[in-house]
């Protein structure tokens, strides 16, 4: 399997959600066994020496690559939800979108001080979204080791914005 293969399968949608905006589509990557395994050996590669205890994925396509991945590095995963959808008491963050406002939740005991997680999500834009799931880990008294996502939109700052909020935690994109 090869990067190119990969990459390729990736849909390019012109026009979605709204008129001038192209989805990049990672499904099809996610539904082909050679590409979804090699996306996986990429992110253990570059994170398997970080001592990463649990893998929290972002809702909800972060919830794909992020619980593959808790498998395939044998850790566990916890989930990083939309508010109102955890059954147990939750921290939670309100963070900004675009077109405004948005809240995530992580069970309360999700967590533990010894953990060391990676953060996991599909595409990294504007960097909010994962700003607010690596504080939400912080507030379970764990550590955000990284942040892994198969894309990474640089045109709307989100890197840097992460990097700035998160100066000591590396972040991987997987099609860079």
């Known amino acids: 399997m090869s990067r190119e293969f990969a990459e390729s399968l990736i849909a390019t949608i012109p026009d979605y959600p709204t008129p001038g905006v192209v989805f ?12 979804l395994e090699w996306v996986l050996s990429e992110c253990a590669r570059h994170f398997g020496e970080s001592g990463i205890t649990r893998i929290a994925g972002i809702e909800a396509r972060g919830f794909i690559l992020g619980a593959a991945l ?9 989930p990083i939800r939309k508010a109102g959808k955890l059954p147990r008491a939750t921290h939670s963050v309100d963070y900004a979108l675009e077109y405004g406002t948005d809240t995530l939740e992580i069970h309360q005991d999700a967590l533990h001080r010894n953990d060391v997680v990676l953060l996991v999500d599909d595409v990294l834009a504007t960097g909010g979204t994962a700003t607010a799931a690596a504080s939400l ?10 942040l892994a996502v198969l ?11 992460f990097a700035q909020a998160y100066p000591h935690t590396e972040v991987f994109t997987v099609f860079a």
Request: proline content about 2%.
């Open 151 to 161: 894309l990474d939109l640089t045109f709307l700052g989100g890197h840097d914005r």
């Open 70 to 78: 808790a498998g395939h590095m044998n850790v566990g995963f916890v």
């Open 137 to 146: 880990i912080e507030r379970c008294d764990a550590r955000v080791a990284g």
């Open 24 to 35: 990049k589509d990672l499904t099809p990557v996610f539904s082909e066994t050679a590409a």
